[in-house]
């Protein structure tokens, strides 16, 4: 418009796009005129509409119903990055032969017998892939949470939202149950799940969907039935899952956190095998898990998903680790740095405290490391417990307190041997920092 008033004429391209929603005097309608102007073709899968049970709860009583709900199988996304987003899609053979050539030299059970080892070439095709599934409150009201599943490239380089894909959404309040509803929201969901992961595996887009029915007309999975996934040139192999221990747990059957026998790699328990004693006589240690000795998996799909095996969920570290054994540890050595006999000054509790506040400050001024609290009181330690703190904050307390301890002039045993605890924490956080660039290296 503003060519127009100082009278010279937009060239052509321009003045086409200034029309768009009337010369912007309606924004609403900006998309739609844009897209008309410059037809775009469409790059990403449509989302798939299956029918799932679900039962919204009206007053006390669950209606058990059906509706359509729209998931986005991963071969289907999979197929379509490949396809048409090749800055995305990860990654080159080059870089698949390195990632595989590392895995096969650290011994990953991962690996033993895995069937991908039987197709040609596998080092410069398979694709491995991450899944992941949680739980977040969506709703200020009522704390409904939502419950989605996600995967991802594995070697993908960040893991910022458009380099993670959704699969499926779906509330929890709504959820039927086989055993009240007799069908499973999840269940139905899972099968196209796994189906969309065998697929991947097998190099070809499933002929028809998990209940032997034709794909929907018009939907991407009917277009691509029976086809090769990615011309053959890769396929897709399901090397981690991630989620925390509570969807583990609850969701795809891991042995339960809080059950007796609670490990998912040995048969550690709560008696004979008791999972508490640590070190190299413990119990439980001769019956770590291996191919082969090992139960049979839990009963859930993913599980069944070729080449999938017990390694393949290795753990929730911030819940079992940072907010577990470390938070625990540092609770006991606040406990003791602050005990009216131990080291810190003071005539009582809050002086103490205060006094091994200014060793921490100090610690992390020597060690350039930042400090992420902002004071440390007896509100923070239990009795006996782990020390109230974010798992973050967890994690960069081991350079902290390996620090305060060492600065200690007269260490007795207890302490020494706390302090080498936590050099061998905070070499694992490096290690790990270094292995996968997402947990900490000093400083940062
Ligand atoms: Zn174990």
Not at 20 to 43: F, K, W
Not at 74 to 99: D, I, K, T
Not at 107 to 113: E, T
């Amino acid at each position: 418009m503003e060519f127009a008033f100082a009278g010279l004429e937009a060239p052509a391209s321009i003045g086409k796009l200034s029309k768009i929603g009337c010369y912007g005097q309606y924004p609403g309608n900006c998309r739609r005129d844009l897209l008309r102007a410059h037809a775009v073709l469409p790059t990403l899968p449509v989302p798939l509409p299956i029918r799932v049970a679900y039962a919204p709860r009206t007053g006390d009583v669950y209606m058990p119903l059906h509706m359509d709900l729209d998931i986005i199988t991963p071969n289907v996304m999979f197929e379509a990055l490949y396809r048409h987003h090749g800055s995305v899609f990860s990654p080159a053979a080059e870089e698949l032969q390195r990632f595989w050539d590392g895995v096969a030299k650290t011994g990953d059970p991962k690996l033993v017998n895995h069937p991908m080892l039987l197709k040609e070439n596998w080092r410069r095709r398979a694709v491995p892939l991450m899944l992941h599934g949680d739980g977040a409150r969506f709703t200020k009201t009522t704390g409904n949470t939502m419950v989605t599943i996600q995967w991802s490239f594995l070697l993908s380089t960040g893991f910022g939202w458009t380099k993670i894909y959704l699969i499926a959404a779906f509330p929890k309040s709504c959820r039927a149950y086989a055993r009240v509803h007799a069908a499973d929201t999840w269940d139905i969901i899972w099968a196209y799940v796994c189906q969309g992961f065998a697929a991947l595996f097998e190099g070809t887009h499933s002929a028809v969907d998990p209940f032997g029915d034709e794909w929907p007309e018009g939907s991407a999975q009917r277009g691509l039935a029976g086809t090769p996934i990615a011309d053959n040139k890769f396929f897709g192999v399901l090397w981690c899952m991630n989620p925390d221990a509570e969807y583990a747990c609850n969701e795809l059957h891991v042995q339960h956190y809080s059950a007796n026998a609670r490990c998912h790699w040995c048969p550690a328990d709560i008696t004979a095998l008791n999972f508490r004693a640590v070190g190299d006589t413990a119990p439980w240690l001769p019956h770590v898990y291996a191919h082969g000795t090992d139960p049979p998996l839990p009963n859930h799909p993913v599980w069944r998903i070729p080449g999938v095996t017990r390694w393949h969920y290795p753990g929730d570290w911030m819940h079992s680790m940072d907010l577990g054994a470390v938070a625990y540890l540092h609770n006991g050595c606040v406990l003791d740095l602050t005990a009216a006999d131990g080291p810190c000054a003071g005539a009582n509790e809050e002086q103490r405290y205060l006094d091994l506040w200014n060793r921490m400050q100090a610690a992390d001024r020597a060690a350039l490391h930042a400090l992420r609290m902002r004071r440390i009181s007896s509100k923070h330690v239990k009795v006996m417990g782990a020390l109230k703190a974010k798992a973050n904050q967890c994690k960069h307390l081991a350079f902290t307190f390996m620090h305060v301890l060492r600065a200690l002039p007269d260490a007795d045993n207890i302490a020494d041997t706390r302090l080498r605890i936590y050099e061998l924490l905070v070499e694992a956080y490096i290690g790990r920092g270094a292995l996968n660039g997402r947990l900490l290296t000093e400083g940062s």
